[in-house]
């Protein structure tokens, strides 16, 4: 039964590539986990052990083989392209290693772009929340530049931003501080820690920093594409 | 529509090398065809207006004379040697019936009975063969703009007055107010008063053109009260030879319209006009995959983008219309100005070119070529939209 606190549950999920050729190959050998309300998770793994993978299939970027995904108690494994992306848009941040800003857009209007895909042009509300986030990120006076004109630790904390600006109930993060130098990861992570804590939102993080993992609450092994270890 | 379009615009905005580009790619394309359209129609509009400022639409004659020949007997073989019969100037028959049943006809707007024949003009020595023609003066302009080709003198036929032209006018040495001795033959002669000199344009027509009252032309032709053709002008000029077909079957009578006069011209006209809608056609096409090639470099371009958008919940649909609309704002704006560069370019003809004609810029055309390149920016923007559409996000984003 899922109850109100969890977010996220993965039951028996298996991803496999090119299915009935010769090549066929199996990434993931049915994943079981949970997230919950105001988790703060890490995701880590060698290199190749299928982090990516889950991480796409829990974004809803993808849809398992086999198993079943659910958000905040809905399955999703049989929905349609739209539907998969209507409930991402509204429930789940993305935070990516390279920030991704939409460069024809400014800072402001990058936050506000998943407001806009799904509810057009933004209310005064909408907008106000976007400059509060901004300001959280400590970019207010950055809202009218584009992305080109902005350092990478601060493209990245627009990014972070951008993610909470809907509100979900989960941000998924990839790397989010691997191209950065070490104080300006230590303060996207910290920003990362303070939405978790004020917003409650569940953050699973993918690292391949072994002391970024060791600040989590928790730390989830992935080797090659089984649970090796949550605690 | 409103997140879609300001994606689209930016997009546009911020590839702005690209956009301006093509932007003039798609404006020189339109006004090419804004030009050559307006050129085309303009030439065989003048053209027509020129061959049917000296021809009826539709000229009604009697029907030729023909032998006939007795059918030969069951069971027996005949050997026919025939001599066509000579085809004398005749009447129509009836023709007063005749002229008021075409009246009547729809689509006719003009009908002028009218008799003419061959005879000699004569002044002093000189003798030129000339066409006598005799018409009801107020009829005949409505077919023939006589009255904006006089050179000289007034518009006159009545009471011993002719018209001649120009060209017979100083063949015979004639002036307005002098005397023409015309001669039919069989000792039917008569002098008239030259009341004025006209210019048709055609030099065959200017020579042998001799203008009289109807009446004095019919005893001149010994056809008294006879007219031997029915001028005909109609509303819509191509439906001519419809009418033409329709006069025939309700008449019985020989009637030709000026297309079939004409079919060297039409044949002519047919052609350029198919040239036209060709050139129009690969002109369009290729503004079409200049579109349709630039907004594929876009999603190669912007496919880490579009990954980014789609993971934020911006739906396929979506993607679809961000593309389409940058065809459609492509093909709008760049044939707004190819089409003014083509209004621009048939405005420096007509200033500047050759001054043989003046081209009218066709009423529809502007709005219809832009109509064209819009519908053809968004066919063409069909292929790289549906492919943004479909690009899997995961890949998208992870692309370089």
Redesign the interface.
Known sequence: MPDSREVLRLDGVRKSYNIGQPNEVEVLHGIDMRVEHADFAALVGPSGSGKSTLL?QI?L??SPTAGELYLLGKPTREMD??AR??L???HIG?V?QFH??????SALENVL??H???H??PDREALDRARNLLADVGLEKFADRKPGELSGGQQQRVAIA?ALV?RPALLLADEPTGNLDTKTAADVFKLLRRFNAEFGCAVLLVTHDPRLAETCDRTITLVDGRIDSDQ | M??ET??AM??L??GRAQTLLILVGIAVGVSVIVFVVALISGLQANVIARTLGTQAHVRVEAPEEVNRIAPAAAGTAQLLLEDRRAQALRPIVNWQQVRDALDHLPGVTAVSPVVSGPAFGRRGDAVESVALIGMDLPRYLRVIPLDENMVEGRLDVGSGNALVGRQLAQDLGLRTGGKLRLDAGDGRATVVNVAGIFELGVRELDARYVYLDLKQAQSLLALPGGVTVIDITVAELFEAKRIAARIRGLTGLKAESWMETNAQLMNALTSQSMSTNMISFFVAMSVALGIASVLAVSVTQRT??I????????????MLQVFLVQGAVLGVAGSLIGALAGWGLVGIFNTFGPKLFYIPMPAGLVPASMLLATVAGVIAAAVPASRAARLD??EA?RHA
Request: positive net charge; aromatic residues 10%.
């Open positions: 796409n974004g970027l993808d392209d739209e992306t209507a991402r848009g509204r993305f990516f991704h800003l939409i460069g024809a857009f772009m998943p806009m895909v799904a057009g042009k951008r809907t | 409103w997140i300001t994606i930016r997009f905005r911020q880490r983008e990954g980014i958008l789609r993971a934020m919940g911006t739906r396929r649909r979506q996000p995961v984003i």
